[in-house]
Every structure is written in structure tokens, then in C-alpha cells.
């Protein structure tokens, strides 16, 4: 099986480029660029990688990228993935990347960009990686904030596949990002959100009805609301779900625990990604390897997800098709 579901080509839809910094780049890039590290070593780092919740996972996450400082760090960053990756058998990769997080620290958006670009060429050239940009808001942050993001990324507007929305769900509704996904929307940049990880169903619908998202992140709590699973499966809608991440950040106690074999009987359209792979114990291929150790699925329940991925891809038709 593990050898079937390495060179099952698969497609990651939901990834953050930040989430994918591995302690031993961290302290390599910390040396590089004289920041200190609240630790002292790499097993230290991943000692520290035990969390109660979402927000005990975020604290950490922005701690570590803040020895991200160059756009050559943000190419190192994005290249170390894209070659593991690569390893897996991943053939494309949609990455979330969080620039209020960056300007914060004083990092501003060119330079991230033209890290991330840089390793998206190299990617597509050297080991023949699709891969699609989605700049995600930070929705325990203010709307204003966001807005200001959206129009200064305006030199990078065609570069941007979507806009997404991440960060502490719970408190920050969908409804809070209205104008920007509407200011998304009309310059034709497709949506995404984060919703239903920690967040009720009802921050789902509001994905959905007020943002015009294409693809619900996570969506795992949309099995508290039966209507609202009718509507995804109805709709067609994709669930980028995230089974190693939902363990780490104990949305559900233990992988057997898992929502996903009952989101597949409802008909729902799913794929499986690795959300923050260096913090959650694994890339693409463990949570794969995780869930067929879980639920003993067939290779043909697999080749779904995988094939659901290729389809809801920000990719072209002819990429689609060599895909498939
Ligand atoms: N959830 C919400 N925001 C995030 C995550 C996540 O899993 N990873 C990085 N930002
Ligand atoms: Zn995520």
C-alpha cells in the first residue's frame, strides 16, 4: 500500500508555505540571519510541537517563521518543500502563504514574492511541479488590515490563483472579510476559506453565502449540520481536509477518531492534504500512509481523492488532463 500511495500522482490543495519550515532549516536560516531561537536544539524544537488547540499551534507557527527575513529564505523555504514533496510523489502544490505576518515584522510583500516565485520556476523546471499561490488574510486581524493587503498586492494580482482565509477561527467569523472576498471576487481572483476546523457550521454557510468560496478548508464540523452537508454535497462543494493536522490540534482525539469515513459516506467531495506538514508529523504521504493504517481504505478510495484534487486544482485543462 505505502508503495501504491507514494506513486499515486497527488495534488496538495491545502498547504502553508510557513507551515512547511522543518527545524533544521529554521535553525540554519536563525544562524544565517542572526536571529535568536527560543531553543536549543532541533529535538528541542520538536519537543515543543505538543499542542492543546489551534491557537497553541499559531503561537509557535509565527514564532518560527520569524527567521524568514530574505526573499532567498522564502526560496529555500518553498524549494526544501517542493523537493520533499516531489519525493512523495506530490505533482502539485496550491500553497497559502500569510503576508500580514510577514509585514508585521517588517517584511514586506515583494520580497515574499519574489522568494515564492523564484521556487516556483525552479519547482516547474526542475522537478516538473505545477504549483498555485493563494495569499491568505489573517482573520484575527482587523478587515481594514486586509483590505490594505489585498490592494498593495496589486503588482501580484495575476500571480494570485485565490485568496484565502486562515489564522484563529473561532471569534472571527467569515462575515468580518466580506468587502475584501468581494474585492477578490471582482477582480476575478477565486476564493477559499478556512472553516469548520475549530469554527461551527455556521461559519461554513457563511463561506459559502457571503465570501463565494470555491473550496471549503477543513469543513470537518459540517457533520453537525445535516442540511448544510446536503448543500456541500449538493453543490459539489471540496473539502480540503487535513487529517494529521486535525489530530495534532486535538479537533479529534485519535486518527480511528477521524471524521472522513463518514464524510465519505455522505457523498461528500474530498481530498487529503497536509495543512503545516513540519509541525503536524508529516507531508502528503503520511497522512495517506495515516488514514490507510485508520480506516483500511481500497486503493480506489485513494485514486478518488486524488483525482478530486486534480480536479478542484487552480490549474489549467491541459495541465488537468496530463494529470489525470
Ligand atoms: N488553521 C488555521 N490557520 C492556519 C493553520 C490551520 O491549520 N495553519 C496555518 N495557519
Ligand atoms: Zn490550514
Redesign the pocket.
Known amino acids: 500500500m505505502r508503495d501504491f500511495l507514494k506513486r499515486l500522482p497527488k495534488a496538495e490543495l491545502h498547504l502553508?508555505i510557513e507551515?512547511s519550515l522543518e527545524p533544521e532549516l529554521m535553525f540554519s536560516l536563525a544562524e544565517r540571519n542572526g536571529v535568536s531561537l527560543p531553543y536549543a536544539s532541533v529535538e528541542e524544537v520538536r519537543a515543543a510541537y505538543d499542542f492543546s488547540d489551534?491557537q497553541s499551534?499559531?503561537d509557535l507557527?509565527y514564532q518560527g517563521m520569524s527567521v524568514l527575513r530574505t526573499a532567498e529564505d522564502f526560496h529555500d523555504l518553498a524549494m526544501d518543500y517542493f523537493r520533499r514533496a516531489s519525493a512523495e510523489g506530490v505533482v502539485h502544490v496550491e500553497m497559502h502563504f500569510?503576508p500580514q505576518a510577514h509585514l508585521v515584522r517588517g517584511i514586506e510583500l515583494p520580497v515574499v514574492m519574489e522568494g515564492l516565485s523564484l521556487a516556483r520556476r525552479r519547482a516547474q523546471r526542475e522537478l516538473g511541479m505545477s504549483t498555485a499561490l493563494i495569499m491568505a488574510f489573517l482573520r484575527d486581524r482587523p478587515a481594514e488590515e486586509a483590505m490594505a493587503v489585498m490592494e498593495s498586492a496589486a503588482p501580484y494580482w495575476e500571480m494570485l490563483d485565490a485568496v484565502g482565509l486562515?489564522?484563529a477561527?473561532q471569534g472571527n467569523p467569515p462575515a468580518k472579510f466580506v468587502e475584501v472576498f468581494e474585492r477578490a471576487r471582482q477582480l476575478g481572483i477565486p476564493r477559499v476559506a478556512?472553516a469548520g476546523?475549530e469554527g461551527p457550521p455556521a461559519y461554513i454557510r457563511e463561506a459559502l453565502d457571503l465570501l463565494d468560496v470555491c473550496r471549503i478548508d477543513h469543513g470537518v464540523r459540517c457533520l453537525e449540520d445535516l442540511e448544510l452537508v446536503s448543500r456541500l454535497r449538493d453543490e459539489g462543494v471540496v473539502l480540503t481536509v487535513?487529517p494529521l493536522?486535525n489530530v495534532r490540534?486535538r479537533v479529534v482525539e485519535r486518527m480511528a477518531d477521524h471524521p472522513l469515513p463518514q464524510l465519505l459516506d455522505a457523498g461528500l467531495r474530498l481530498t487529503l492534504n497536509s495543512?503545516?506538514p513540519a509541525y503536524f508529523g508529516g507531508g502528503m504521504l503520511a497522512n495517506f500512509e495515516a488514514c490507510a493504517d485508520a480506516f483500511g481504505w481500497s486503493k480506489e478510495i485513494f485514486i478518488q481523492f486524488a483525482g478530486t484534487a486534480i480536479e478542484a486544482a487552480f490549474i489549467g485543462e491541459t495541465r488537468r488532463l496530463e494529470l489525470h
Do not use: V
Request: proline residues 0%.
Open positions: 502553508h507551515g489551534l499551534f499559531l507557527y500569510d486562515d489564522s477561527e478556512h476546523e487535513c493536522s490540534l495543512d503545516d
